[in-house]
């Protein structure tokens, strides 16, 4: 059983989500699907405030009870915010990917890149291809 995809995201083929924020910057985070492959999360590893990111690369490690998962940016820009509260609760990706599971947020370098991203309804396909 899938979750509702957010209309308003834009997701990379290996499952992080990109939603632009009304002051133009994009906060980052792993889709539903991709949480519940890794199952319960037990740490993660979030990029600083002022690192640059580059889109494909890696910028954040997730570790849940199966596995440690590198998370890739899916656009380039500073990184501007980070999502402290995972540092205690990890598992908030858990229950809620999409809202207050996000990772990071950055001031986009190229928002061209967003247009090479995946839309909800592609997204949703690629995953349903997975599942088969």
């Given at each position: 059983m899938m979750s509702e995809i957010p209309g308003d995201l834009k997701f990379q083929k290996t499952h992080e989500w990109v939603r632009i924020e009304d002051d133009g910057s994009a906060r980052i985070g792993i889709s539903d699907h991709a949480q519940g492959l890794l199952g319960d999360l037990v740490y993660v590893e979030l990029p600083k405030?002022?690192?640059?990111?580059?889109?494909?690369?890696g910028c954040a490690v997730i570790e849940s009870v199966k596995a440690a998962s590198d998370v890739y940016a899916p656009v380039s820009g500073e990184v501007i915010a980070v999502n402290d509260a995972l540092a205690d609760a990890p598992e908030t990706i858990n229950a809620d990917a999409f809202g207050e599971g996000w990772?990071?947020?950055?001031k986009l370098s190229d928002p061209g890149e967003l247009d090479a991203l995946l839309s909800p309804d592609d997204y949703a396909?690629?995953?349903?291809?997975?599942?088969?």
């Open positions: 405030v002022g690192d640059t990111l580059e889109a494909g690369t990772l990071c947020r950055v396909e690629l995953v349903a291809s997975d599942e088969h």
